[in-house]
């Protein structure tokens, strides 16, 4: 067995017994510990040792964090007559909406976290240090969606509305910087763009996608683009083709421009904030560019594992985000399902990519689709069509997107010119997502049973691995 093979063997190891942690009870890895034994008497391959050792590790991970939120002190002190006074950091931008704002607060040594409402007209930033005073309150359960178990799996706790804050320590320079040069770029796209476009450029290129008003996500979601809002791979891709060809023609080597990318990249990171899909993203593209850098053949599968490894490793918590669940299903199916449908689909011509997006979104919607009817119950069929019509366009959207927040930070002037033509991109999609938004009741609603998730995506695995025609670990190849 190589050792890229036992590599993934011991990653996917520590993945299911972190997933596996979150609800089921240590004893789980009793018969985990006999199934790894017989492979290893079997296989007589001492991996399978190592794989039960990460097997173990990846369950005390998540059970640990598990164990933490359920002996909270935030859920003795919730509801209680009486105002507490806690210390801690605010540790996600405040997302404002149009009458109050909120932000995520971590009280010092004290496990979970509290979703604070206040009013607007303060300013809060991320990694703030404030004292906050308040009745601290469980978040409620409505008839048709739980809001407290939604807020439970991102370790949100307790919820207070407008306590008295007060600022103990100022943001760090690097978050203050950071929200400068996002604030800029905000008020550039409001300035040089028309109303909704604004809306749409900020969540693309700002990860700004809290910020959309509702009539427009509704839009966006019955037209099946809302993916389009959220930074992904993609997005990252695209970045870092550009950034690569701007350090190569300033006469950077390969390698001082790659390095140079990785940072921009890690940058881009930090600015528009973790969500899992840029994460992944991130930890996939700077991994496949130092690949390159040493001399290695890039082994997608192995980064993505090992961006997942990463993820739950720091936050098991993560694995509950349907964007992160989506995130890694999209980057699968690319994988394995995209080379398969682009020779199928030989008849559709090759001009305008229109053979690689059909290629891409049949992939990515034979592994998602089935999660979407589990959590949402609805898909619109449509989206394979309006998927036709605005992603040969994505590319210039984000290419022009990213010149002109660049510009606008630097030469304010020479951005007016890069703002017209996108300005023009960004009402296409918005006119593409109307048209396809009437149409939505060629979608399908339907509450997908999660015995048949389970079933679908073992039978998946068997396709897939039969299409492949790959030997027994034929996982393990790339």
């Known amino acids: 067995m190589s050792s890229s093979q036992v590599f993934l063997i011991l990653l996917l190891a520590f993945i299911i017994g972190l997933i596996s942690s979150l609800s089921l009870s240590p004893l789980w890895l009793v018969p985990g510990f006999f199934i790894i034994a017989a492979l290893a008497v079997y296989k007589r391959e001492v991996v399978w040792i190592f794989a039960f050792v990460a097997l173990a590790l990846g369950f005390l ?8 939120i359920k002996s909270s002190p ?10 507490v006074t806690l210390t801690g950091t605010i540790v996600k931008e405040p997302e404002r909406k149009e009458n109050y704002q909120r932000f995520v607060f971590q009280p010092q040594n004290i496990t979970g976290k509290i979703l604070v409402y206040t009013r607007n007209d303060l300013q809060f930033l991320k990694s703030q240090q404030v004292e906050i005073k308040g009745q601290l309150k469980t ?35 690097f978050w203050r910087t950071i929200f400068r040069i ?32 509702d009539n427009l996500k509704e839009s966006l979601n019955k037209a099946g683009i809302r993916h389009i809002t959220a930074i992904s791979g993609m997005h990252i891709m695209i970045l870092m083709n550009i950034l690569m060809s701007f350090f190569l023609s300033i006469g950077l080597w390969r390698k001082q421009a790659s390095l140079a990318t990785i940072l921009f990249i890690l940058f881009y990171l930090f600015f528009v904030g973790f969500q899992p899909s840029i994460v992944r993203a991130s930890i996939m ?15 997608s599968i192995r980064f993505l594992l090992f961006a997942a490894s990463l993820m739950l490793c720091i936050n098991p918590l993560v694995f509950y985000d349907v964007g992160f669940q989506l995130s890694f299903l999209a980057a699968l199916g690319i994988n394995y399902l995209a080379p398969f449908f682009y020779k199928k689909l030989q008849f559709l011509p090759k001009s305008l990519s229109i053979r690689s997006i059909f290629s891409f979104s049949l992939s990515v919607q034979v592994f998602t689709l089935p999660l979407l009817l589990f959590y949402f119950s609805y898909f619109p069929f449509i989206s394979i069509f309006a998927n036709l019509l605005i992603l040969p366009i994505l590319p210039f959207i984000l290419g022009l997107g990213f010149l002109a927040t660049l510009l606008s930070l630097f030469l304010p002037f020479l951005s007016l010119p890069i703002f017209f033509p996108l300005s023009l991109l960004l ?4 006119l593409v ?16 049973p999660l015995w048949v998730l389970i079933l679908y995506y073992s039978l998946l695995t068997l396709l897939v691995r039969k299409v492949l025609q790959k030997e027994r670990y034929w996982f393990l190849e790339y």
């Open 433 to 448: 997502a109307n048209i396809f938004a009437k149409a939505s009741f060629l979608g399908i609603n339907f509450q997908l």
């Open 61 to 68: 991970r998540g059970y640990s964090v598990v164990l933490s």
């Open 74 to 83: 935030l859920l003795q002190l919730n509801d209680l007559p009486q105002k």
């Open 139 to 173: 978040p409620p359960r409505f008839e048709e969606f739980d809001w407290q178990a939604y807020l439970a799996k991102k370790g949100i706790l307790s919820v207070m509305y407008y306590p008295e804050i007060s600022v103990k320590k100022e943001a760090s320079f």
């Open 285 to 299: 593209g700077c991994g496949i560019i130092l690949a390159q850098m040493l001399g290695r053949i890039p082994d």
């Open 182 to 213: 996002k604030n800029k770029a905000r008020e550039a796209a409001v300035k040089y763009l028309p109303k909704p476009e604004s809306y749409l450029f900020r969540a693309i290129i700002l990860g700004d996608k809290k910020e959309l008003p």
């Open 427 to 430: 009402a296409y999609i918005l």
